[in-house]
């Protein structure tokens, strides 16, 4: 049903044997030099993208452009998955998030200016990015709470406002952040809130603090709370337009979502691998541990959710490559509500599996969970997915 080109094919045979050769072996590594320099750049993680970009293996998303890979969702997918076996993996392809969402962000909606200063630096891996949407004080599932304001004043825009889980920002080649917020409160309302660029180095612009997930602080690269007090940027930094925010949300979340979903499944499958080894190689009382029914149960459940999932996600990238991110809205709203359940559950039952181990450094399983706790809020909680999915059902016979 999905099957894959030559060429994805042997990029996909690349990339694995580019994970079984410098990713894997490596892991340990990059997470001890991050503890020498918490926000700063792993010298590994520098040497792994120059042998990625040497191979190749280098800004593979950017469906439908000349300036990646030249693959669509469906292709990318499934490349998109293996990288997601991996925590850092995303970022030595130049694969990562929030950049690849920024990057097709100034891709689509970004002028040549803003293109030369900030797209260019961000391909060639030279800098990071980072996405201010969610504020502290509003719930921000519904982004028409968003209360930031984006004021015009002659040549320049004025920004006021805070912001978290600005993930990304707390890293030092972290440079730009592209801030939503409201440029006009009066106008309809999806056509209040804009999209601008902010350099992180401008005035008024501060870093709180790091937040923690489940106290986990992802470095290297973090997730910051920020202040933006009357920071001033040019009027030529706005992107699209004003009152386009929702429009540029809607055209970069599609594929974002995407790609969120088959990190998912690609970190549930290496936690279904660790669960499987582990029940082959454990004995309780008297047998190993996939003799006993409950663990082969968990072995064969998390093996269809996986599939599951996988060819929903699929499917729905080949809708999007087909009829557009409009017409597939259904079907991307679905996957954001199965894919990081499906992976929480499929982790959770390997830790299990793993007992003590599972819940402590000596395995990834526990920060594996805290990351894909996480994605069931990101890019909109369970919650609004599940409504978007049964409104369009209805909508049928309404």
């Not at 973090?222 to 386009?244: F, K, T």
């Amino acid at each position: 049903m999905f099957e894959l080109s030559p060429r994805v094919q042997e990029l996909k045979d690349q990339l694995n044997a580019f994970m079984d050769e410098h990713i894997y072996p490596n892991e340990a590594l990059f997470y001890e030099q991050v503890k020498l320099n918490k926000w700063g750049h792993p010298p590994i993680l520098e040497e792994l993208k120059k042998k990625a970009r040497s191979q190749g293996l280098w800004n593979l998303f950017l469906p439908h452009s000349e300036r990646g890979a030249g693959l669509n969702n469906e292709e990318y997918a499934h490349l998109c998955e293996i990288m997601g076996r991996v925590s850092f993996a995303g970022e030595v392809f130049n694969c990562s998030a929030p950049d690849t969402g920024n990057m097709e962000t100034i891709e689509r909606y970004g002028n040549e200016a803003q293109k030369e200063q900030w797209l260019k630096p961000l391909l060639a891996g030279e800098i990071r990015s980072c996405f201010s949407m969610t504020e502290p004080d509003v719930a921000s599932s519904d982004a028409t709470n968003i209360q930031c304001e984006i004021r015009r004043e002659g040549d320049e825009y004025v920004i006021n406002g805070t912001k978290w889980w600005s993930s990304g920002a707390l890293n030092e080649h972290c440079k730009i952040a592209i801030v939503m917020g409201k440029t006009d409160p009066n106008a309809p309302k999806h056509l209040q809130q804009s999209m601008i660029l902010v350099p992180l180095d401008s005035p008024g612009v501060t870093i709180v603090r790091d937040l923690h997930v489940f106290g986990y602080d992802h470095a290297p690269h973090g997730h910051a709370e920020i202040i933006y007090d009357n920071v001033r940027v040019p009027a030529s930094n706005m992107l699209l337009g004003e009152g386009r925010g929702f429009e540029i949300a809607q055209g970069r979340l599609g594929p974002g979502r995407i790609h969120h979903c088959m990190r998912s499944i690609g970190i549930a499958e290496r936690a279904l691998e660790a669960m499987c080894r582990r029940a082959a190689e454990r004995v309780a009382f008297g047998k190993p541990l996939y003799k006993h029914g409950s663990t082969a149960e968990a072995i064969a459940k998390s093996r269809c959710e996986i599939d599951q999932a996988r060819l929903l996600t699929l499917h729905a990238a080949r809708s999007m490559d087909l009829y557009g991110n409009k017409v597939a809205r259904q079907q991307i709203a679905m996957i954001k509500a199965v894919a990081p359940t499906m992976a929480c559950n499929v982790i959770d039952r390997a830790i299990q599996v793993h007992g003590a181990k599972g819940v402590c450094q000596d395995s990834f399983l526990a920060s594996a969970y805290a990351k894909a706790r996480t994605l069931r809020l990101a890019d909109g909680p369970d919650e609004v997915h599940l409504g978007t999915i049964a409104k369009l059902e209805m909508g049928q016979y309404l």
